[in-house]
């Protein structure tokens, strides 16, 4: 039987900053549940789903249930899955909108199984799909009749299925146009799947990385970074990068994290491991539509403009354990809640909140008088900020590397005054960020 890496997520506590981008909602699973990967269809309608916990806190591999919005993230509806309640690993889940939405499940008695519904998850139909002997890792769908499953290898080559009908007929990937497995332990890792266009990746539990550019008809191979790590999730950009997430643990059991990144016309990967890597990667996500990335790292948010080669935090917050991470544009995000156990299950779904932090997502100019005085400073800077029309703005202070040392929300603001205290920060260079719904401006400044 296939194994399963269970992570045990530790983190500091440190103080806490004011106004946040992540807004609880109900999520309303049915028993207690850890929240998992959430598949958004629009910019309206998402589906997510949990694992069931005992009474310690550990996953139960049954009675698994899911939760839909179709409000934008406002209010969820949480069900179960009739006929999916056996011993069995919840592997995927893809909504293609409102009412469709298929599954991949692995029954531990049965085998594989994908189910569909077309009524919002009030019913569920199990597909006709020839993976009875296989365990199937993750599903997607271009659209409502084009789409794919893929599965561990048997006999040295995976198990890679395409449908043009929504699912009733799957056609099996070839030997010929699929390279063969190391051996049939190199399993698939459930749920890791990165798409742009017809461009299709997964990962392997030896940390090779599969790609295909036609849909998954056909595939070649790309070897695993530089790493002893294990893979945890994989993502890809508009520009077709691919940014492969491992992660390790350093000796004395400390937690720490590399990231990679190739494009299918390179040969080598890229190494872009930040020097202060000792958090969990809880969430990956690129923004569709900007050149942005966000990661998740269990209680901070970091963001990227360059393709991850310099990150800025935009919000800390111990208050929650935020986890996996999706993105429809730069108004409309989500991200899973990490529960502390049995007696604190994932209550939420976090909305990311939009307006005025989208100028921070998609980063364009804005025609703003901004000054800020003296500089070099001692002790307080005085920023100085004049729009055309009242805004609600967002004020970050990041350090060279990156850190988060101040953050302040601003409402409803034409002309805004502000002294700074900076007199705790250690000497050195920094950026200020000012950003708006419209875009951002950013300056440097010296503490003396």
């Not at 139960?60 to 011993?87: C, H, K, M």
């Amino acid at each position: 039987m296939k194994l399963f890496t269970f992570i045990t997520i530790l983190f500091c506590v440190s103080t806490n900053l004011q106004a946040q981008i992540w807004e609880p909602h109900e999520v309303n699973f049915p028993i207690p549940t850890q929240g998992w990967r959430i598949s958004p269809a629009n910019d309206t309608v998402a589906w997510t789903f949990g694992f069931a916990l005992d009474s310690v806190g550990d996953w139960i591999l049954r009675e698994y249930s899911y939760s839909r919005t179709t409000d934008g993230g406002n209010t969820w509806v949480a069900g179960t899955f009739p006929g999916i309640q056996t011993d069995g690993y919840f592997c995927s889940i893809f909504a293609e909108g409102p009412d469709n939405a298929w599954i991949a499940f692995f029954d531990y008695a049965e085998g594989g199984k994908i189910f569909f519904t077309t009524d919002g998850g009030q019913s569920w139909d199990l597909l006709n799909a020839p993976i009875h002997d296989v365990f199937i890792s993750s599903i997607y769908f271009w659209d409502q009749d084009h789409g794919i499953i893929w599965g561990d290898p048997i006999n040295g080559f995976y198990s890679i299925f395409t449908t043009s009908d929504g699912g009733l007929t799957w056609d099996q990937v070839g030997e010929p146009d699929m390279p063969p497995a190391i051996d049939n332990d190199e399993w698939t890792i459930a749920g890791n799947v990165a798409v742009n266009g017809d461009n299709i990746w997964f990962d392997t539990y030896y940390n090779r990385v599969f790609y295909s550019g036609d849909r998954g008809h056909t595939w070649s191979v790309w070897d695993s970074p530089p790493t002893t790590y294990y893979g945890l999730d994989l993502k890809a950009d508009d520009d077709n990068f691919l940014y492969f997430i491992q992660l390790g643990e350093e000796s004395g059991g400390a937690v720490a994290f590399e990231l990679y990144r190739r494009h299918p016309d390179e040969n080598t990967w890229t190494d872009l491991t930040p020097a202060d890597n000792s958090k969990y990667i809880s969430g990956f996500s690129h923004v569709p539509g900007t050149k942005t990335l966000v990661i998740n790292l269990l209680d901070e948010t970091r963001i990227s403009y360059d393709h991850g080669d310099s990150w800025i935090s935009v919000d800390y917050d111990i208050s929650f354990t935020r986890g996996f991470t999706a993105f429809v544009d730069d108004q409309i995000g989500y991200c899973c809640q990490i529960p502390n156990g049995y007696e604190e299950p994932s209550e939420n779904v976090y909305k990311y909140i939009g307006t005025p932090l989208s100028g921070l997502l998609d980063p364009k100019p804005i025609d703003i008088t901004m000054t800020l005085t003296p500089n070099p400073a001692i002790d307080h800077i005085q920023l100085s900020i004049e729009g055309e029309q009242a805004e609600e703005y967002w004020i970050l202070i990041n350090d060279l590397n990156g850190k988060l040392m101040y953050k302040k929300e601003i409402t409803n603001q034409e002309v805004i005054k502000e002294s700074i205290d900076i007199s705790t920060l250690i000497n050195g260079m920094y950026t200020i960020t000012v950003s708006n719904r419209n875009g951002l401006r950013t300056e440097t400044f010296v503490k003396m």
